[in-house]
Nanobody, 127 residues
């Protein structure tokens, strides 16, 4: 069974940095896309970024492009989300998610397209 465990959330000042981690286990992820989503109070869960495990190709939401970077460490089976120049609009619970898509194709960006989810980690940005 796939397990995703997020860590690294917390309180950060606007303009600051934070790195989230997602430890993935339970199977080989060579055909998987791993993504980060976030959900703010009263809002729907939204796509943030994703990475294809096999080749490291990435995709970003427009709202975070140029500020967030998603990466993976194959040896540690961990996906990271490096957040920089954060603002109050980035305050949310951040979730790691995974889905098997084969080795090629577009990255899924809708929550229902992902099969596995972590428990989430809270990120709060103070202004």
């Amino acid at each position: 069974q796939v397990q995703l465990v997020e860590s690294g959330g917390g309180l950060v000042q606007a303009g600051g940095f934070l790195r989230l981690s997602c430890a993935a286990s339970g199977r080989t992820f060579s055909t998987y896309v791993l993504g980060w989503f976030r959900q703010a109070p009263g809002k729907e869960r939204e796509f943030v970024a994703s990475i294809r495990w096999s080749n490291g190709r990435t995709r970003y939401a427009d709202s975070v492009k140029g500020r967030f970077t998603i990466s993976r460490d194959n040896a540690q089976s961990t996906v990271y989300l490096q957040m920089s120049n954060v603002g109050p609009e980035d305050t949310a619970v951040y979730y790691c998610a995974a889905t098997s898509t084969g080795y090629f194709g577009a990255h899924p960006t809708l929550p229902h397209e992902y099969d596995y989810w972590g428990q989430g980690t809270q990120v709060t940005v103070s202004s």
